[in-house]
């Protein structure tokens, strides 16, 4: 380890304050609270500018509240709250539209858009923000690109299901329950498809970056890349619950085991930066 990437490490190492490591259940409680405020409020007057409201919280919710909790996990992040709502919100967008851009020409061109395509593209999509920010920034721990790749897959997760949310409410001629259905199903699904997909890849990618681009670590990030477009192309291609249950199992399960690999990367890394420090302080 470098004195740069020693120096790096924060003076707490892996400990995380406990209003950051408990902010997702504020997170979760008052964005559910508000949108049963704002369901109830719809139901009793029937006033339809509630409706984009009703969509905004009901997709954004659990992506929001499972950005928080892997924010409040111990790997030391140095990723600012700023950046991370950047890429959230940016990375959403672009996401979104790059995905949409790229399946609309493969539609025009052969007339059916297979489901490896959808996911190349959506999964390319979403990584492109956090790896446009890594030669910009100096957060190049692998963990940071973990968190930034939940954020990304976060934006790009609630976008998407307000997508839905909204061609659901036309085609049910204003059914809220469907409605309902379709955002539960999607938020409560979103963090181990979207967001975990693409924690795995940036995850991998920052590692390389971290390694100087070393050939192994390559292999490692196109592995993670191939195995998370693998994934989201059964995802779109079982739809039975059964199997939605098992790819999220699989999703969350790598997602974790991520984590702790990086978790203990980061307490390892920790009496190495100390050392460092004392001796630039014993120097001076």
């Not at 490490?9 to 259940?25: C, E, F, K, M, S």
């Not at 929001?64 to 924010?71: E, G, H, I, K, R």
Request: net charge positive; no cysteine; glycine share 10%.
């Amino acid at each position: 380890m470098s004195i740069d990437s020693a120096a790096a490490v924060p003076a707490d190492g892996t400990r995380t304050t406990a209003a950051r490591r408990w902010a997702w259940l504020p997170t979760l409680v008052i964005g559910v609270a508000l949108f049963e405020l704002v369901r109830r409020a719809l139901v009793d007057t029937g006033n339809p500018n509630l409706l984009p409201a009703l969509i905004l919280l009901g997709a954004s919710v659990v992506p929001a509240t499972f950005v928080a909790f892997v924010y409040g996990r111990r790997l030391g992040y140095d990723v600012p709250g700023l950046l991370l709502a950047f890429t959230a919100l940016v990375g959403g967008v672009v996401g979104v539209v790059l995905a949409g851009f790229w399946e609309y020409h493969t539609l025009v061109r052969l007339g059916s858009v297979p489901t490896l395509a959808v996911g190349l593209a959506e999964e390319t999509a979403k990584l492109l923000i956090p790896a446009a920010v890594l030669p910009f920034v100096r957060y190049r721990r692998p963990a940071d690109g973990l968190l930034l790749g939940v954020a990304s897959g976060a934006g790009f997760a609630a976008l998407e299901t307000m997508g839905y949310a909204f061609v659901t409410l036309i085609e049910t001629r204003g059914d809220l329950g469907t409605v309902d259905g379709v955002l539960l199903l999607r938020g409560l699904l979103s963090p181990a498809a979207h967001m975990a997909w693409t924690g795995l890849t940036a995850a991998a990618l920052w590692e390389a970056a971290a390694r100087g681009w070393q050939a192994r670590a390559l292999v490692r990030f196109v592995l993670f890349y191939l195995v998370v477009v693998a994934l989201h192309t059964t995802w779109d291609t079982v739809h039975t619950g059964v199997g939605y249950v098992v790819l999220a199992g699989i999703g969350i399960g790598l997602l974790i085991a991520t984590t702790h690999h990086l978790s203990r990367e980061a307490r390892r890394e920790v009496p190495a930066a100390r050392q460092v420090r004392r001796g630039l302080q014993a120097s001076l």
